[in-house]
């Protein structure tokens, strides 16, 4: 089956019950806020696609639930549910209830209660008929009524995770798919009555329909409407051999097996131009990437791995199949492999804009970047390392997170890249003690840059020095301010004790909201502390991105490098030599930044 893609999620339809107006800086508004973007920042993968949510007290309590339609795969549901929570707002400014329809998912929120309440009430429920008629109206009428009594008695002998049917019946010379579903947690009695009322107005013999209520969904069509088309631009799946794309596994995302992701070398070869230097987009610790063509059109970037693994062919194989299996928006997507004697490929999406590197600290271009757009790549950077950290099917530390290794697409939303390569490298990825070192000076935590030992709060670590980055537009270990040059992370300190955060903020920026960038200074700071305990989680970083209603701790001093002292030998890690720090031993004032 293939799934939908974020531009290919069908809008429906969108109701704003009439439960009276909140205003702009609310205490409800602050908490509906909180609650869509605990949404849209990405919900835990739940296999059967119901969400309840809340948030705040009475009266300002604001509820909501989400539910994905049909066997639509996990991420396409989280993906659904994530843009669904987004277009509500739009849809319903400053409403206290409205609920948005797309074909994949529904959002509802209201400041009633909704959990277990049925509502199939006319003010909130639509419908969109297929204007075409049957060529046996009667006939075609009467296989559809009797085709959704079926599926409505067994969507409501649903249980509590699921309340869904779907089936076909002949109707003349034609099939009529349908599908009904109710929220699951309505009893068995409300999803008869929801589907029930609503079947009613199934009349005239239309060929196809959706109905949708806050409680239930029903649709018919004469076509199988649970495989979406491929868009009309989109460039076909490439055949399994020379070039393989990814099968997917009906509402798994699972890789259904290695080789529908194994490329043929010779392919990959054409593809860049026997991978020239014209083709060639970078090079890291672990490989060059360039830029590649495949036959069908579609434009890729593949790493050629430039060491020994130190894995045998299955492992290796065995851990790439691992990594694809990972998919989020934020993540740059692994394709497939190739192996072919000493040679390790990795392919990847192509992503048309490159790095970040390129565009913060490019005086011209990081012109493009306003805050909005860097407030948006903080973001998605944040949601992403949340998935590797606790929604991944493999933990994953990235341990390498720098602004090099966060690519854009052709949208300007982040990506981020060479997740998961130390597993590839036969380095443990989920927390311990190690003898080699992955990783650049000035994003290494000092407890892993003395000491060998990571955990998710190195990676956390290192997203504080992104931000601080982003923020500034300069690099952490050569910070330029009025001609004098220290650590970033020395610099946005002393200000932040001063009571200066400003000073940090990049002047090309700096017209657009200040309290916002100050915001994300502070959550930097927690970010980068030394002691590794007071740094939050990503679940927590998210938290603070998405509701600015949540007031923020005080940071402690972070470690400051001294970069002359730093030596870490990429030949022989066994050569590591300790870092040397500096410790701000100043203690912090009791106030919020202005």
Known sequence: MVYPTISQLDFAASLCPDAGNYTANSTYRNNLNALLSSLSSGPPLISYGFYNLSAGEEPDKVNAVALCVGDISGYVCRDCVDESSRKILEACPNRKAGIVWYNQCMVRYSNAEIFGVMNDSDSESDSIFNGQTASDPDGFLNAVRSLMERLR????????????????????????????????????????????????????????????????????????????????????????????????????????????????????????????????????????????????????????????????????????????????????????????????????????????????????????????????????????????HEDSRIRIIHRDLKASNILLDGKMNPKIADFGMARLFEVDETRGQTNRIVGTYGYMAPEYAYHGQFSSKSDVFSFGVLILEIISGQTVHSFDKGGENENLLSFAWKNWKAGTPENVIDMISSSSSSIEMIRCIHIGLLCVQANVADRPTMTSVVMMLNSFSLTLSLPSQPAFFVHSNYILSNANDSQKIPLQASENAVSISDFYPR
């Not at 089936?167 to 009529?176: F, L």
């Not at 794309?245 to 860049?272: L, P, R, Y």
């Open 153 to 388: 008695g067994e969507a409501a002998a649903g249980n509590s995770t699921r309340k869904m049917a779907t089936g076909e019946i002949s109707a003349g010379n034609e099939t009529v798919y349908g599908l009904v579903q109710c929220t699951p947690d309505l009893s068995s009695a409300d999803c008869d009555k929801c589907v029930g009322d609503r079947a009613m107005m199934i009349s005239e013999g239309r060929i196809g329909a959706r109905i949708f209520t806050a409680s239930c969904v029903l649709r018919y069509e004469n076509y199988m409407f649970d495989t979406p088309p491929a868009p009309a631009n989109a460039t076909s799946s490439p055949s399994p051999l020379p070039t393989a794309g990814v099968a997917f596994q009906e509402a798994t995302d699972e890789i259904s097996s290695m080789e529908t992701i194994q490329f043929d070398f010779d392919a990959i070869k054409v593809a860049t131009n026997e991978f020239s230097d014209d083709n060639k987009l970078g090079q890291g610790g672990f490989g060059v990437v360039y830029k590649g063509r495949l036959s069908n059109g579609q434009n890729i970037a593949v790493k050629r791995l430039s060491r020994d693994s130190g894995q045998g062919n299955v492992e290796f194989r065995n851990e790439v199949l691992m990594l694809a299996k990972l998919q989020h928006r934020n993540l740059v997507r692994l394709l497939g492999f190739c192996l072919e004697g000493n040679e390790r490929l990795l392919i990847y999406e192509f992503l048309p804009n490159g790095s970040l590197d390129h565009f913060i600290f490019d005086p011209v271009k990081r012109t493009i970047l306003d805050w909005k757009r860097r407030y948006k790549i903080i973001s998605g950077i944040a949601r992403g390392l949340l998935y590797l």
